[in-house]
T-cell receptor
Framework: GAGVSQSPSNKVTEKGKDVELRCDPI?????LYWYRQSLGQGLEFLIY????????KSGLPSDRFSAERTGGSVSTLTIQRTQQEDSAVYLC?????????????FGEGSWLTVV | DAKTTQPPSMDCAEGRAANLPCNHS???????VYWYRQIHSQGPQYIIH???NNETNEMASLIITEDRKSSTLILPHATLRDTAVYYC????????????FGGGTRLMVKP
């Protein structure tokens, strides 16, 4: 597609359940980022993938959070044993490359509500 | 990443130019200045970026001072749909250079 695509756009889940959020980056983009934004708050970096390099997981808030990127394209963010504080919009972004001259483009996000 | 300072909020009359300032006094020579905006809680929208020279595209103009310690985003004819939070970000030129978002400026365009 023309832009970063995320699914589902909305997800309501019960506390304790696992959820998976999917991101399709812009075709050809080697860099992929996950952020989250709680209601009324700023964007919080979670994880970064670049090509075949080991991902930068420094922003993941706990070991309940993990992400994979298969084949250098699609990425899945998994949250295990969800908690109410995980409720947020999860934003995926991609970029043609790792250097700062390469623009990062965001998807519209996946809204997660944990009840 | 170098830190940026932006006013928390600004108002602008519809049809007038909106000039959004940003201070980045600790910027390094290879760091770009990026501007994004976020409407409600949609995904951040890229507006423009620059290194040293002023830049213009269909959305906005970016004016960077000669010493690169500050910049101004200009929306030449603001519309109500330009009401959003505008983020000025200085981005390091190293691997893993994710964008670090600050508080931004909440621009309110008024009729």
């Amino acid at each position: 597609g023309a832009g970063v695509s995320q699914s589902p756009s909305n997800k309501v889940t019960e506390k304790g359940k696992d959820v998976e959020l999917r991101c399709d980056p812009i075709s050809g983009h080697t860099a992929l980022y996950w952020y989250r934004q709680s209601l009324g708050q700023g964007l919080e970096f979670l994880i970064y993938f670049q090509g075949n390099s080991a991902p930068d997981k420094s922003g993941l808030p706990s070991d309940r959070f993990s992400a994979e990127r298969t084949g250098g394209s699609v990425s899945t963010l998994t949250i295990q044993r969800t908690q109410q504080e995980d409720s947020a919009v999860y934003l995926c972004a991609s970029s043609p490359g790792p250097t700062s001259g390469n623009t990062i483009y965001f998807g519209e996000g996946s809204w997660l509500t944990v009840v | 990443d170098a830190k940026t300072t932006q006013p928390p909020s600004m108002d602008c009359a519809e049809g007038r130019a909106a000039n959004l300032p940003c201070n980045h006094s600790t910027i390094s020579g290879n760091e770009y200045v990026y501007w994004y905006r976020q409407i409600h809680s949609q995904g951040p929208q890229y507006i423009i970026h620059g290194l040293k020279n002023n830049e213009t595209n269909e959305m906005a103009s970016l004016i960077i001072t000669e010493d690169r310690k500050s910049s101004t985003l200009i929306l030449p004819h603001a519309t109500l749909r330009d009401t959003a939070v505008y983020y000025c970000i200085v981005r390091a030129n190293n691997a893993g250079n994710m964008l670090t978002f600050g508080g931004g400026t909440r621009l309110m365009v008024k009729p």
